[in-house]
C-alpha cells in the first residue's frame, strides 16, 4: 500500500470515531430537549385553558342585566327598561395586561412546540 491509501484508512477510521461521538452527543441532547418541551408543552397548556375563560364577558353579568330589564318592565317602568334589549357584552374588553399575558402564554406554547419539532427532524436526519 502506498501512503495515500494509509492517509485515508486512517481519515476513514478518524473521521468514524468523531462522527460517532458527535451523533451520540446530540441524540441526547435532543432527547433531552424532547422530553423538556413535552413537559412544558403540557403545564403552558394548562395555564392557557385556566385563563381562557377571562377572556369572555361574564356569562352571570348578562343574566342580571336583562333580568334588570325585565323587573323594570313588570313593574310598568318602560322608559327605564329601554326599547332594546340590554347586552352587557356589547361594551366589555378584556383588558390590556391581560391580553399581553395570553400572547406571552401563547408565544411560549408555540415556540416549545417548535422546539419539539425541530428535536424529532433532527432525530430523523
Not at 468514524?16 to 435532543?30: A, I, K, Q, S, V
Amino acid at each position: 500500500k502506498d501512503n495515500r491509501s494509509r492517509f485515508w484508512g486512517v481519515y476513514k477510521r478518524v473521521a468514524e470515531e468523531h462522527d460517532g461521538e458527535f451523533l451520540e452527543r446530540y441524540t441526547g441532547d435532543m432527547d433531552i430537549v424532547l422530553v423538556f418541551s413535552g413537559l412544558f408543552s403540557a403545564v403552558s397548556t394548562s395555564f392557557i385553558v385556566a385563563m381562557e375563560s377571562n377572556l369572555s364577558p361574564d356569562p352571570s353579568e348578562t343574566t342580571n342585566a336583562l333580568l334588570t330589564q325585565l323587573v323594570q318592565i313588570g313593574l310598568g317602568n318602560f322608559t327605564a327598561a329601554g326599547t332594546t334589549p340590554v347586552d352587557p357584552t356589547s361594551t366589555w374588553l378584556p383588558s390590556a395586561p391581560l391580553l399581553r399575558i395570553h400572547m406571552v402564554a401563547y408565544a411560549s406554547l408555540s415556540m416549545s412546540l417548535l422546539a419539539a419539532f425541530g428535536a424529532v427532524l433532527g432525530k430523523q436526519w
